[in-house]
């Protein structure tokens, strides 16, 4: 059975390959899904928060090496722990002072989001104990 993503893949290669032997550094969707462990899902969905802009030639959506640093700094802020909005919002203040897709944190954002994170865990921890005393208790009582 073919789903979506195999129909957009094979359209892909076969549409842009003229288009990828006159501009080096383009990539297709898949390519850079397989490159980055993400599904095509997830860059569409990029696309559509305009974090990513993919040309296009026909149906095949065709990265840039900017698309590729971009995605790059989208998975380094979420690894980190930032929004998606959060991201964008410093990808677009590098976009405008004409800077490479890179999140370039300053201290006080460094500061802010290790305090932010630090309390998640103990949220997480909490969770944790609690989640695993009524565990005892309810094997106790079984």
Do not use: C, W
């Not at 397989?34 to 095949?60: C, H, I, K, N, Q």
């Not at 949220?123 to 005892?136: C, G, K, N």
Request: aromatic share 4%; proline share 2%; no cysteine.
């Amino acid at each position: 059975m073919t789903n979506d993503n195999d129909r957009e893949s094979s359209s892909v290669a076969s549409s842009s390959r003229q288009t990828e032997a006159k501009a080096p550094n383009t990539y297709l969707i898949g390519d850079l899904a397989r490159e980055f462990g993400v599904s095509l899902r997830t860059l569409r969905f990029y696309e559509s928060r305009g974090m990513l802009s993919p040309r296009r030639d026909g149906t095949a959506r065709l990265y840039d090496e900017r698309d590729r640093e971009r995605l790059a700094a989208i998975l380094d802020g979420k690894r980190l722990g930032f929004t998606l909005t959060e991201i964008r919002d410093m990808l677009e203040d590098k976009r405008r002072d004409g800077t490479k897709a890179k999140l370039a944190l300053s201290l006080p954002e460094i500061e802010d989001q290790i305090e932010h994170l630090e309390a998640q865990k103990a949220q997480i921890e909490d969770a944790l104990r609690e989640l695993r005393r009524q565990h005892e208790r309810l094997r106790a009582a079984a």
